[in-house]
């Protein structure tokens, strides 16, 4: 497969970045803004994410079934996500119908109506999701967990926001955070795929004239307010929920890749150290899994794991005897590259999609402004020995420094 990778900046500031595959026929296409939940204030908690709905529910031009049917009609589709640090538009199409994606994805981020009937339509949906949310034990977990991590920061709440906060939204609220966080400089176009470089310039140029604002600004988090301990919360659940962790390095550290071959040993798979060690020889959990989350000034490393309250403590125990191992011996040599052999697999094979391709090059652009080869960051991954490994675990698995946050049945047999 053959690609070439180009990158234009307008005059406003607005970023188009194009990598060409000419063995496919389709395009995945992403318009990537650095706005995300970090970057609301505290009574427009959850807007980001809100305004990501209602753009899709109405233009000067457009109805919100013309919307929906402008690429479904033709094969393809639109989508978008929020996350802490970003929000990302999507769609994915044939490479002849890349002026109509264009088209629409340019309209609902310039030209919404946010019309009033809509947007309280649209807050009864994201109510629902939100009530969903907090019917869902692990997401229950993951966002104690988050709260306790992250004190007094935007990163510790919630992307959805909160009833009273959704409830206050409003189209002038929608359409001045729109004007003063969707600013070109802020804004990214990403395409992957069959797809001319030259011409999604034009096309782009054409359509999407946004004014210039101010490069967003988030609160950074203040490392210091961070406490480690243990919270039990209870809820009418059937299993402990846990989660164990701490705040971790950010995205530029270039132990980034260090991180993510140890979380790899850890929990790459059925083959893995937690799989195998917690699961199938102990059985005392069905879901344990480790996780990494990094952001501009801060990560994360975590275990979640849920199991019978009466096995909560021997699940813990084995947990941290796990993380202790990593201390105590290097990894195995023999491990270590079949460890890396699989993260690289599925680097490589995830790749060969389009819409995977399209958002790694998005992620890169929005946080290093420059895009890592594939073939360079297979070579950090390779470069990467049992010593990196060894360093890093005893630098992050003291135990004094963990928080563990539990979610436990309301009537559960454990104890904090």
């Known amino acids: ?14 970023t188009i970045v194009t990598e060409t595959v000419d063995t496919v026929r389709s395009v ?3 318009y990537w803004v650095r706005a995300g939940s970090r970057y609301e204030p505290p009574e427009l908690s959850g807007i980001s994410h809100f305004l990501e709905h209602t753009v899709f529910k109405g233009t000067e031009s457009r109805s919100t079934f013309e919307i929906a049917s402008s690429l479904e009609s033709v094969g393809g589709h639109l989508n978008a996500f929020t996350s802490k640090e970003y929000t990302c538009y999507h769609a994915r199409f044939l490479s002849e119908y890349l002026e109509e994606a264009v088209d629409v994805l340019s309209d609902i981020l310039l030209h919404p109506t946010f019309p009033k009937a809509e947007i309280d339509r649209e807050k009864s949906v994201v109510l629902d999701e939100l009530r969903d949310s907090q019917d869902v034990p692990e997401e229950v ?16 709440k919630p992307i959805l926001g909160n009833e009273e906060s959704i409830n206050s939204f409003t189209a002038e609220k929608l359409g001045t955070y729109l004007d ?23 096309l782009v140029s054409d359509r999407y004239d946004r004014k210039p604002s101010n490069e967003n600004s988030y609160q950074r988090f203040d490392s210091s307010l961070y406490k480690p301990g243990k ?6 659940i059937q299993q402990s929920h846990l989660i164990m962790g701490l705040p971790i390095f950010s995205v530029y550290d270039d132990r980034r890749y260090d991180v993510a071959v140890l979380n790899s040993v850890l929990s790459g798979g059925m083959s893995s150290r937690l799989f195998q060690n917690i699961r199938e020889a102990h059985g005392v959990a069905y879901q344990i899994f480790s996780f990494v989350n990094l ?4 990560g994360s490393f975590g275990v979640y794991l849920a199991t ?4 909560r403590d021997k699940a813990l125990e084995l947990t941290m005897g796990e993380l202790e191992k990593m201390v105590k011996e290097p990894v195995k040599e023999t491990e270590l590259e079949k460890v890396k052999a699989q993260y690289k697999s599925g680097i490589v094979m995830g790749d060969e999609s389009m819409e995977r391709r399209m958002m790694r090059l998005g992620r890169q652009q929005i946080y290093y402004g420059e895009n890592i080869s594939l073939d360079v960051f297979l070579k950090k991954i390779e470069q990467i020995d049992a010593e990196n ?3 890093l675990a005893r630098e992050l698995f003291n135990p004094e420094m963990f928080f563990t946050s539990i979610l436990e049945p309301a009537n559960g047999q454990a104890t904090a």
Not at 1 to 14: A, F, I, K, V, W
Not at 295 to 298: E, F, K, Q, T
């Open 1 to 14: 497969m053959t690609s070439l990778r180009r990158q234009t900046t307008l005059s406003n500031g607005l």
């Open 28 to 30: 995945a296409l992403g």
């Open 141 to 156: 977990a993951f966002e104690n967990f988050e709260k306790y991590l992250y004190p007094e920061s935007s990163l510790g």
């Open 180 to 202: 003063d966080h969707y600013g070109p400089e802020n804004t990214i176009i990403v395409a992957a795929g069959f797809v001319d470089h030259d011409e999604l310039v034009k």
């Open 231 to 236: 919270e039990v919360a209870t809820k009418d």
């Open 295 to 298: 952001y501009r000034d801060s």
């Open 308 to 311: 019978d309250p009466a096995k």
């Open 389 to 391: 490994i060894h360093i």
